[in-house]
């Protein structure tokens, strides 16, 4: 009897699609999942980046945390990158706690100065449009897949934390010049923590 009883469980479960237990494959390197929810994480301190409450509710400032991002069941800190017209992207929450994303919008009152915030979405408004751009590589470097934050209505700003130890909130920072970030400007956005 227990050896038909083992049977039939390892028959059960034999049949179960291996793309269920399977992470999401990673993004080539250079590149990062569109489409896909992802967890986006500081390049220099590893923190992630998460609404201030953790959760998907709208006017609340983006911060970086060094706790677990599945946390509240990954609730204000798994994003979806959703791609836009003219090379830009959305970046908004996934639908995790709340049916409806909000999206990471620039500070509506001080867009190159203020925290940056999540706002309901909205397609008008380009203060929720972001640029992704990797990290220049030497002539023969393999990509790192580091990747900078960009406003579209601001490209000499980054999307950074104000301090990497002290300050969690996110703000954007002034690029040195066009092409040199400050170090905190710089971004991991990968799908292999956060389940699709």
């Known amino acids: 009897m227990r050896r038909i009883k083992s049977a039939v469980l390892t028959a059960a479960f034999a049949t179960v699609p291996l793309a269920v237990v399977q992470a999401p494959a990673a993004a080539a ?7 896909e ?15 201030d409450g953790q959760n998907e509710n ?4 983006v911060e970086v945390w060094d706790r677990d991002p599945m946390a509240h069941g990954g609730s204000g800190a798994v994003w979806r990158i959703k791609r836009t017209a003219g090379g830009q992207y959305r970046i908004q929450t996934a639908p995790i706690g709340r049916a409806v994303p909000v999206c990471l919008s620039t500070n509506e009152n001080r867009p190159v100065s203020g925290n940056a915030r999540v706002r309901t979405c909205n397609s008008e408004d380009s203060s929720q449009d972001w640029r992704i751009v990797a990290k220049p590589q ?19 700003h980054s999307l950074a934390p ?7 909130r996110v703000h954007l920072k002034r ?3 066009r092409r040199h970030s400050p170090a905190l400007a710089y971004w991991h956005i990968g799908g292999h923590t956060a389940s699709s």
Do not use: C, K, M
């Open 37 to 51: 929810n992802v967890v986006i994480s500081n390049a220099v301190s590893g923190n992630y980046l998460s609404t």
């Open 138 to 156: 030497a002539y023969d470097a393999p990509p790192t897949g580091e990747f900078r934050i960009v406003p579209a209505d601001h490209r000499d």
């Open 162 to 168: 104000v301090d990497a130890r002290t300050n969690p």
């Open 175 to 177: 690029n040195w010049d």
């Open 58 to 61: 709208p006017n609340q400032d």
């Open 29 to 35: 390197p250079g590149t990062f999942p569109v489409d």
